[in-house]
């Protein structure tokens, strides 16, 4: 049976037992994608809502959950819509299904913005179709019918459950252009719901990748190469003799240890030794030496380009310029990379485990392993956080190459020294800003570099405050270095937010400006009289910026510094207001004020969370993390050294969020951007000490 | 040679390398995936559990060190998943990975056994040997002061009942 994809179309098959309604959460640009209503007799269909005639709502959920909470979040949206009670729904993970999901993934905080019209169309088409069914039955006009709580009521007091009108119902023609609900008769939008996996995680059920187990498993770990270094030879004679070890095979430079325990392998793994070829293997001397080449060198990439900043900043009255410089540093989630693979005979392989991309893992072993994609299945299983790390399948690649290698399926785990120590990280950059002022204290000129080790462009040419200042040149260096980098929650932007918000602390200084008014002003022109091309809204910058001004009470909080920023990214707006006290000679954060506008908040509880979880670990990463490189290999390896923050190290946090009714926007990643800013302005304004590089050195 | 320990207040015999920790031993041995892997050198506490009513971190503990001992794991702490840390930790809806909650959860029953009636200072105190990567410590605090509340109703009500019986 062949679903279109871009039309409305109704399949009647199978006998009725159920009410499925398929939609296209992911189809189409802005449009809602494909629907399908159908009848299925029972077990999985290819459909996303599910009413059983018992009146049971199913929704499944196919975007990889990571703790960001969208498998409440989407599910909320269409149970709104359907009109039906929260505690009637059950949410289910889809795996992989790419015939009828195109964009199932984790990344980017899309996938609201992306799905809302989907979502609230799925609810809304089925619940006229129930009005419709109902209609029919009474022979009345759908028009006098309503709906509460996941059942139809008639005009004269007739009532009829979704669940007994589901046959029925899914004979009907789909809609193509459902009425919504208004937005204060929301009953679930808006409002906090918990989180739907609760329950299992405080019962401690199996729910995680690293739980997994299949039948005829093994287990296996791998030793992997410094960066640069190729693998000369390995010796695995006293580890092929202990007990429980089944195999120790070597590809792509690395040696795999295979065995039927978790401790035999890491017993083993520890006797094995490797020899590799490397030359001019990078330390933290050969990182400075780039920067420091990436900074002068006459062939930046230049992104954006305003008036003439040469000629402006010469005639300028005052200058200011500042270079902020960040580390490596990795997503360390809390459960480490690991990836279950069955490579079998029959050509068929079976994927499960944690990643964000499980359609690029998909794709990857296919070319990998010369299989037919149609034949690799993928499991998704709930992960423990991601940060961007599981955007990258490296770890899904190897344990799909090992399986085919030993011939059995395998769980690839990494300890928390592989974890830490094998790559993928925040990329290192260093950034140079300049700003010229006139003589009245404006900003006329507005220059940045950045120099990024491996980080493509380290810039975002487009953001605020360009759009307010005449001229412009934003530059980029990229740095080729063997050091494995990729997307780190609030990709360039998680240290770009703070470097230049804390430039613009020192340029309203020099300007003898308040640093919000300064920003209001230049909003004011941007409003006005835009230089080049803008990404971003005007109003909401403004909107953020004077809620957090009051709510925070800015400058009116005796005995306390504070430090503001503001950021935008990825389609959302947050401003930030930081309090900081003097302890024992030492700056103290104390409170931060947040202001978000994410457009409509679909969960308050989970979007509190989002917020406050951001924040958390912009402070904590600011602080203290930091990796070096030594010969290629990355120090310090585990978390008594890589020290992340704690709950004795965190400041109270108000999220606040705006009320305007837009479709929601991004919210896993913008409150992370603004915060190192805020943080760092309060810690100036408290000690008149600048921090220049991460982590701060307070 | 076999270790013998009570794990959920069930008997069990494991005959393995008794110096295999017992974190590996309940996950690979006794399928108890509840608790949970962070660094393996005890630091960021998502492999608590309890050992001898003791909150303990499992990953650098050898098996040979709890033989005879009793064990309770995520799984065991309650029978229908109500125990007030369960209750509260839902009802903040502190989760958002979930990946460290049950040590969280362990560390925080425990603390509560020791301290029904803790200070602000004291939660903050008693919870920070766990780390939360997503950072819901706020919920966490919290949370373990809702379960303080929760666990002292029970109390009061169970002690109203006995009287009244």
Known sequence: MKNSRRSFLQQTALATSAFCLGFDWFKAEGKAGAMVASTVEAGRFNAYLEISSLGKVIIYSPNPEIGQGIKTAFPVVVAEELDVDWKDVEVRQANLDTKNFDRQLTGGSGALKHSWDRLRKAGATARQMFIQAAAQTWKVDPSACKTASGFVIGPAGQKASYGSLASLAATLPVPTEPTYKNRKDYKIIGKRTKGVDNANVVTGKPVFGLDIEKPGMVIAQIIRPPFGATLKSFDATDALKMPGIIDVVSFKNKVAIVGQSTWQVMQARATVSCKYDGQNLESESTHKKWFDEGMVTENAQVNRKDGDFKAAIAKAAKVVEATYECPFISHSPMEPMNFFADVRSDGSVLLAGPTQVPQSAQKAVATLLNRDEKKIEVELSKMGGGFGRRLNNDYALEAAELSSLIKKPVKVMWTREDDMMGGIYRPAVRYHFKAGLDAAGNMIAFYLRGVGLNAGNSTRQDNFPVGAIENVLIESVNQVSSVTTGPWRAPITNFLGYAEQAFLDEVAEAAGKDPIQMRLDWLARVKSNPVGKITYEPDRFIEVIKQAAEKSNWKKKPGVSQGFSVYYSHLSYVAQVADAVMVNGKPKITHITAVTDCGEVVNLSGAENQVKGAIIDGIGHAMFAKLRFNEGVASPSNFNSYRLIRGNEIPTIDAHFVDNGIAPTGLGEPALPPTGGSVANAIYAASKKRLYRQPFDI | ?165
């Open chain 2, 1 to 165: 040679m076999s270790i013998q320990l009570t794990i959920n207040k069930k008997k069990v015999s494991l005959d393995i390398d008794p110096n295999t920790p017992l974190l590996w031993a309940l996950r690979d041995h006794l399928s108890l995936k509840g608790t949970k892997y962070g660094c393996g050198i005890a630091q960021c506490g998502a492999c608590t559990v309890w050992v001898n009513g003791e909150a303990t971190r499992s990953c650098v503990l050898p098996l040979s060190a709890v033989a005879n001992a009793d064990v309770t794991t995520i799984e065991g702490l309650s029978e229908k998943g109500d125990h007030p840390v369960q209750v509260a930790w839902d009802q903040l809806d502190v989760p958002q990975c979930g990946y460290c909650q049950a040590g969280q959860i362990m560390t925080a029953a425990s603390f509560l056994k020791k301290n029904p009636k803790p200070s602000k200072t004291e939660i903050i105190d008693g919870m920070s040997g766990n780390i939360c990567r997503c950072g819901t410590y706020h919920r966490i605090q919290e949370a373990v002061k809702l379960a303080s509340e929760i666990a002292a109703k029970k109390k009061t009500s169970s002690t109203k009942k006995s009287a009244k019986a």
